[in-house]
């Protein structure tokens, strides 16, 4: 069922990138804004934030908007918006709902859940970080795969993260994926993560939690994920 989820998303992320006759950046993925229906079939929701991205331009200079643990850090530092911020967001999300953790921006913990999988790949121990309430009950090889794409989607570079299509083929597909580069760590300090003040970001709109009113019959997946 995360697994289907995960894909889902994949999906509706890509078409807003490439094959929506407006291309669309999100700008706020986060667990609280995908929604699922009767049968858990992930709809994306909440384009308050979205941004129009015209075909000519390769990147946008914007006061920075979204959800601290969700945002990547050439985002959050610079305000530069391409689709790749969309696309860390969506590996946060996806690492999120397999782990059942959140990015918990006020934790006191210093690991943050990045850092956490991170530390369980480089040990060839990823299927230890899956959600301890499914008590091993899945296939270890979905699990490294998964988390491995969460990894590649979150890593530091943006020109490193694959964009939504490759995500969503690398997750359907049994090719091989390829190894991801380490993380940033944005939640060992999420409330200053880079030791700057965001008030350099006037216009900036940052939500620390993750709330919305979901349309019925819809739920959310954050709210679902305690019971998945």
Same mark, same amino acid.
């Given at each position: ?16 990138? %490439? ?12 667990l609280s804004n995908v929604l699922l229906d009767e049968n858990f079939t992930a ?30 850090? %050439? ?8 689709e790749k911020v969309d696309v860390y967001s969506f590996g946060v999300l996806l690492? %999120? ?93 999420? %409330? ?5 003040s965001s008030s350099r970001h006037g216009s900036s709109s940052i939500s620390s ?20």
């Amino acid at each position: 069922m995360r697994y289907n989820i995960i894909v889902g998303t994949a999906e509706g992320l890509a078409y807003l990138h %490439e094959e929506s006759r407006l291309r669309i950046i999100h700008r706020d993925i986060k667990l609280s804004n995908v929604l699922l229906d009767e049968n858990f079939t992930a709809k994306i929701a909440d384009f308050g934030l979205a941004r129009l991205f015209p075909e000519d331009r390769t990147h946008l200079s914007t006061g920075i908007a979204g959800t601290l643990g969700y945002m990547a850090p %050439e985002y959050l530092v610079r305000g530069q918006l391409t689709e790749k911020v969309d696309v860390y967001s969506f590996g946060v999300l996806l690492i %999120e709902l397999f782990c059942g953790k959140r990015s918990n921006p006020k934790s006191q913990d210093p690991l943050s859940i990045l850092q956490m999988v991170w530390n369980y790949y480089n040990s060839n121990r990823l299927p230890e970080a899956v959600d301890p309430i499914l008590s091993g009950q899945f296939r270890a090889e979905v699990a490294i795969r998964v988390l491995q794409i969460g990894l590649l989607c979150t890593q530091a570079s943006a020109e490193l993260r694959p964009s939504m299509s490759v995500v969503a083929k690398m997750l359907t597909d049994d090719g091989p994926v390829p190894p991801p580069s380490q993380p940033p760590f944005l939640n060992s300090n999420a %409330e200053n993560p880079f030791g700057r003040s965001s008030s350099r970001h006037g216009s900036s709109s940052i939500s620390s939690g993750n709330s919305m009113t979901e349309p019925a019959p819809f739920l959310d997946v954050g709210w679902c994920l305690t019971s998945l």
